[in-house]
């Protein structure tokens, strides 16, 4: 529908979150890694999250996408049966190579945080049960108090900021420790949403 709009209108479209890409988040999510961080190369950390329900693909896909265009070392760490999808992961592969970056995927979580600069949290749907939401569910339950983002997971890290696109599942995806830390930009990425579609706005109207 939306490359369809797209297609046809006279004038820009923005993607303001599809099925499959929010474009306006990961803008603002590289954003808030560069200020946060600096500009040079991260070892940034996309992980899955347990959440009571499968959600969609939009967040992680154009952040991985985005990380992947800057040339940071990507590493996307989710339980089996969480990949994403493969045509997307041939696009991000394609990308890091091209902008001097690296990407791994590991179902470590604990290997995942060693070292990382940036942790970004994020729970997703499994394409194995695509239309069977209680198949997922039922399938998740068992990653539920292992894949949260806690303090013991932050120690393992190098200093790293922490991510989430909020609105957030406090002692879910994340524990109060972590996200009321010093260590926790979220705040900060949630106003920089404003300031990343501002700059689409002023490119497209110039």
Request: glycine content about 6%.
């Amino acid at each position: 529908m939306l490359a369809a709009f797209a297609r046809y209108s006279e004038v820009p479209i923005i993607n303001l979150e599809s099925a499959m890409h929010h474009p306006c988040q990961a803008l603002a999510d590289m954003m808030t890694i560069r200020e946060k961080s600096g500009a040079d190369r991260k070892r940034v950390v996309l992980t899955w999250a347990w959440h009571p329900k499968p959600l969609p693909m939009a967040v992680p896909n154009s952040f991985a996408l985005a990380a992947a265009q800057m040339g940071h070392d990507l590493v996307i760490a989710h339980p089996e049966g969480y990949e994403l999808d493969e045509d997307l992961m041939a696009g991000i592969q394609e990308q890091a190579a091209g902008a001097g970056g690296t990407v791994g995927v590991t179902n470590n979580i604990e290997g995942a945080f060693a070292g990382a600069d940036v942790i970004y949290a994020k729970s997703w749907g499994s394409k194995l049960f695509y239309g069977n939401s209680e198949g997922d569910i039922e399938k998740r339950a068992q990653y539920r108090s292992q894949w949260m983002v806690d303090e013991q997971k932050m120690a393992r890290t190098n200093n790293a900021i922490f991510m989430h696109c909020l609105p957030v599942r406090r002692n879910v995806i994340v524990t109060d420790e972590v996200i009321d830390s010093p260590a926790s930009v979220v705040i900060d990425e949630a106003e920089n949403r404003l300031h990343a579609q501002k700059a689409i706005m002023a490119k497209l109207l110039k």
